[in-house]
């Protein structure tokens, strides 16, 4: 999965949610279970995810939603080796979906 954010430094829980087409409370819950995700949090408690912490997410979107992980297993393979292997074939995906849409938007404007 792809998530068409705009291009700023941090995003709060609720466009993150909307971006992944889920609740806020599964971001949160995501949040307490992978170490991977750590967004800051301002003087009210809000929450302001980084770009790292999209990437991370749309990581584990992808193994969870997507293919199926438990979240022990989803946790297990950002751990092993292969969560670099998958992470990198992640990112080539994902730049070739955004390629893919430009092209279309192309197409679509000829």
Avoid at 25 to 50: C, H, Q, V
Avoid at 62 to 85: D, N, Q
Avoid at 90 to 95: A, E, L, S
Wanted: glycine residues 6%; positive net charge.
């Amino acid at each position: 999965m792809h998530v068409n954010l705009p291009d700023k430094l941090y995003y709060g829980i609720g466009e993150v949610a909307e971006a992944f087409g889920v609740n806020t409370s599964l971001i949160r819950f995501w949040e307490k279970e992978f170490d991977a995700i750590k967004p800051k949090k301002n003087a009210k408690g809000n929450r302001k995810f980084t770009k790292e912490d999209i990437k991370n997410l749309e990581l584990i979107f992808h193994l969870v939603k997507e293919r199926g992980f438990t979240l022990e297993g989803a946790k297990i393979h950002l751990k092993e080796e292969k969560s670099r292997k998958t992470l990198s074939n992640f990112d080539v995906i994902r730049k070739l979906e955004n390629i893919r849409s430009q092209l279309i938007k192309l197409k679509q404007e000829l």
